[in-house]
T-cell receptor, first 111, second 116 residues
Framework: TQLLEQSPQFLSIQEGENLTVYCNSSSVFSSLQWYRQEPGEGPVLLVTVVTGGEVKKLKRLTFQFGDARKDSSLHITAAQPGDTGLYLCAGLDTGRRALTFGSGTRLQVQP | DTGVSQDPRHKITKRGQNVTFRCDPISEHNRLYWYRQTLGQGPEFLTYFQNEAQLEKSRLLSDRFSAERPKGSFSTLEIQRTEQGDSAMYLC??????????????FGQGTRLTVV
């Protein structure tokens, strides 16, 4: 069974601070996706990374896929209260056709 | 088409009752997935369809659970003889798969089930 471990599980920071969320696995993924989920809603896709070493930026969010395609990170610069939510990484293996999710990082940004 | 649609958004049922949820995927998407998410956890895979064929089922999908996608469009997930442990958010997602490529999965807003 493939496992995706996310850390930290919970993060509470002040507005303006920077943070990094990590997603690690012992398995290789063909692609990895990051989602953000608000309470009572479904996950919303933020980005997909496919190539080892790939870096993608979405405004203040920077996503990186590890060279070996086993891990990924999400870095947020100058966090804002609107960034509050559950951040989920999910990997797609070439051998399976459904995403495997991590347990998520709950981020709270205090104004 | 504005995205994946799930109905109902919320369902409260008594233990032992049957419930059915519906998912309408993005219209051109041929793959449809069902996931379950409990509080504080990431979504867990239940099953997926390519067109009308159910291609994979998780061990989480006990014999009380059944999913269908009869015409390759919308899907239903039925839970028979519900138990309190079935209380969770049930999420549906869809994607487009072609030529060995699977595009991103987009999720619906989920159906929150509470078994009392």
């Amino acid at each position: 069974t493939q496992l995706l471990e996310q850390s930290p599980q919970f993060l509470s920071i002040q507005e303006g601070e920077n943070l990094t969320v990590y997603c690690n696995s012992s398995s290789v993924f063909s692609s990895l996706q990051w989602y953000r989920q608000e309470p009572g809603e479904g996950p919303v896709l933020l980005v997909t990374v496919v190539t080892g070493g790939e870096v993608k930026k979405l405004k203040r969010l920077t996503f990186q896929f590890g060279d070996a395609r086993k891990d990924s990170s999400l870095h947020i610069t100058a966090a804002q209260p609107g960034d509050t939510g559950l951040y989920l990484c999910a990997g797609l293996d070439t051998g399976r056709r459904a995403l495997t999710f991590g347990s998520g990082t709950r981020l709270q940004v205090q104004p | 088409d504005t995205g994946v649609s799930q109905d109902p958004r919320h369902k409260i049922t008594k233990r032992g009752q049957n419930v059915t949820f519906r998912c309408d995927p993005i219209s051109e998407h041929n793959r449809l997935y069902w996931y379950r998410q409990t509080l504080g956890q990431g979504p867990e895979f239940l099953t997926y369809f390519q067109n009308e064929a159910q291609l994979e089922k998780s061990r989480l999908l006990s014999d009380r659970f059944s999913a269908e996608r009869p015409k390759g469009s919308f899907s239903t997930l039925e839970i028979q003889r519900t138990e309190q442990g079935d209380s969770a958010m049930y999420l549906c997602a869809s994607s487009l798969a072609f030529g060995g490529v699977n595009t991103e999965a987009f999720f619906g807003q989920g159906t929150r089930l509470t078994v009392v």
